[in-house]
């Protein structure tokens, strides 16, 4: 499905006085070598149900996902200047594409869905290829964006619910950010965000962009990060995925002492009535490591039997 001759994004940005707003984290990539390296990791198909690009900007990536032959994207984009392009773009291709104007943060997913002509309820579980969520994310929203799907994973919600495989998601992070998605145990950067993330997808380190590739350049390098909802789940719903969150703000906190001296002050801090089970969790996690020293399994783990056990962690 090659798309009709359009004008270059270069000239694009240039005909439309587009200067990249610093508050939206506008960096753009111009080099369409690099788009299609991104769109190639996420293996897109005529039989992929829905795309949906978050931050499409003037639209170089967008193409790139649009010379695939999947049948339908949808683009969020806030900047109300991109329009023009896009709608060109919307038009030029039959509206394989569709434009959502607004906050990504903000957009509900039966709205994303409704833009693509699906419906959530008819949609939901169909055995069908996964859904692709993808972008060069604004480092301004990039870790709120993520947590906020990260959330919806455990009870497949929203885009996550419409394939039975979940939504499979290729994004663009600052280096720093994805390092600390994809750390491994005991290693520096292991921290909160590594153990959310792994908790409910298989995080994968794609390739390192430079900072160099985009326009303006920022400070730091990037990541293409991939991230695909595990097949064999680690928690079973969102309440559970909640206590994990709670769990792990409460050691990482400390994350200098150990495991069993943190449990200690998490037991004087939950009612009489819980102290044994809170002192159980020494069945599951190694008291004499630190916090970054224990694995993903063993944190849901814990965060079962403390949301079994009806426990709330401050
Ligand atoms: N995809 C383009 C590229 O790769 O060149 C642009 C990427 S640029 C890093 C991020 C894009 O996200 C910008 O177009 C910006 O306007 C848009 N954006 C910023 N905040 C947004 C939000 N809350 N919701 C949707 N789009 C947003």
């Known amino acids: 499905m090659s798309l009709p001759k359009l004008p270059a994004i270069r000239e694009l940005v240039k005909l439309f006085g587009l200067s990249a707003k610093s508050q939206l984290g506008q960096n753009f990539i111009l080099d369409k070598n690099i788009t299609d390296k991104i769109v190639r990791t996420a293996s897109l198909a005529a039989d992929t149900p829905l795309v949906v690009e978050v931050g499409p900007g003037p639209g170089l990536l967008t193409r790139s996902i649009l010379d695939t032959p999947v049948p339908n994207v949808v683009v969020i984009e806030k900047d109300p200047r991109f329009q023009p392009t896009l709608t060109q773009l919307a038009e030029a291709t039959q509206h394989r594409v569709k434009v959502l104007q607004g906050d990504a943060l903000r957009t509900p997913h039966a709205a994303i869905l409704e833009k693509a002509g699906m419906d959530l309820t008819t949609a939901r579980d169909l055995p069908i290829p996964s859904v692709?969520?993808?972008?060069?994310?604004?480092?301004?929203?990039?870790?709120?964006?993520?947590?906020?799907?990260?959330?919806?994973i455990p009870e497949a919600q929203g885009l996550f619910g419409v394939s039975n495989k979940g939504a499979i998601m290729t994004l663009m992070?600052?280096?720093?950010?994805?390092?600390?998605?994809a750390a491994p145990v005991s290693s520096h950067e292991r921290g909160r965000l590594a153990v959310m993330t792994q908790s409910v997808c298989d995080v994968e380190k794609v390739y390192k962009v430079p900072s160099t590739v985009f326009v303006p350049k920022p400070k730091v390098d990037a990541s293409v990060i991939q991230m695909t909802p595990k097949k064999v789940k680690l928690l079973d719903d969102a309440a559970t995925y909640k206590t994990l969150e709670n769990l792990l703000r409460f050691y990482f906190t400390k994350k200098r002492k150990t495991v069993g001296h943190i449990t200690k002050r998490l037991i004087k801090e939950v009612g009489s009535e819980h102290q044994e089970s809170v002192a159980a969790l020494e069945d599951i996690l190694d008291f004499q490591a630190r916090p970054s020293d224990i694995d993903t399994p063993a944190y849901c783990q814990a965060a079962k039997h403390l949301h079994h056990h009806g426990i709330f962690i401050p």
């Open 132 to 152: 692709h969520i993808m972008g060069n994310l604004p480092f301004n929203i990039a870790t709120p964006l993520l947590l906020q799907w990260l959330h919806m």
């Open 173 to 181: 992070f600052q280096k720093e950010v994805g390092d600390r998605m």
